[in-house]
Every structure is written in C-alpha cells, then in structure tokens.
C-alpha cells in the first residue's frame, strides 16, 4: 500500500508538472503547503523523525545544487515538499535523479565537444531550464512501487 505522504507527493509533483512546463516556473503556492503538510502527517502518522529528516537532508541538498547553479529555485523548493512529504527515502529517490540528468547535461554541454565543432570554439548552452518536476515526479513514482514491491 502506498503511503499516504507519498500519496500527497506524487499529486504535488503532478501539480507542478503540470504548471512547470507551460511557465517553467514552480510556485511558492504549491511547494509551502507540501513542505508544512509532511511535517503535519509526521505528527499524525508518528513520524515526525523521518518527515523532518526528509526535509532537512533534501533541504541542504536542494539548496547546494540552487547555489552551485545546478537548480533552479522552484526545483529546490519542490525537493524539498517531496523531502518532507515522502520522507528521506523517497526524497532521496527524487534528487537522484535530478542530480545524474543533470549530471549528463552537464557533462554533455561542457566537457564533450561536438563532433563538427570548430577547434578553439566552446558548444551552444541549452536554450531554457530543463522542467525538473518530471524527472522528480517519475523518480518517485519509481521508489514508491519499488517500496511496495511492483505495481
């Protein structure tokens, strides 16, 4: 069975995948709300430990990709309410994910060059920010049937 934090998670995810793509931006309205309702389901399901724990590990995680460039605000902010909502194991299920496609853009952008690209030329950066709710909305739909065993 699911969980309902995880329940709630992937329905803000949705939400903000939803939102994301057509403005590229993640609202305040939408991740706050996540962030206080998993440490209210904490109090509630007597796990406060581990909703917090979500939310402080995601947070400090979220907050060093926002400062290294890696992340935009809005995806920090939404790690962060799936940290507190899902607890630190789908927290971490989610930030994964953002960290290794983030990783091969990276990688692909900076360090390998184009095949046709002049010598002493650096390559074009991507046009826009890459829409991270759907990569943390499929890394935690993953983690969650993987918890429960398939779907």
Request: charged share 10%; hydrophobic share 55%.
């Amino acid at each position: 069975m699911i969980s309902a934090g995880a329940l709630i998670a992937i329905i803000v995810c949705v939400l903000a995948v939803i939102v994301e793509l057509p403005t590229q931006r993640i609202p305040n309205w939408l991740c706050l709300p996540g962030v206080v309702g998993g440490l209210l389901l904490g109090v509630v399901d007597g796990d406060l430990f581990g909703h917090a724990a979500g939310l402080l590990v995601l947070g400090v995680i979220a907050l060093g990709l926002f400062a290294a460039g890696w992340a935009a605000g809005g995806t920090a902010k939404l790690l962060m309410a799936v940290g507190s909502l899902a607890g630190l194991g789908g927290g971490l299920s989610a930030t994964g994910a953002v960290v290794v496609t983030y990783g091969v853009l990276w990688v692909t952008y900076r360090v390998l060059p184009p095949p046709d690209l002049e010598p002493g030329t650096r390559p074009r950066e991507p046009e826009g920010i890459l829409p991270s709710s759907p990569l943390i909305l499929v890394a935690l739909l993953l983690w969650t049937f993987a918890m429960r065993g398939g779907p």
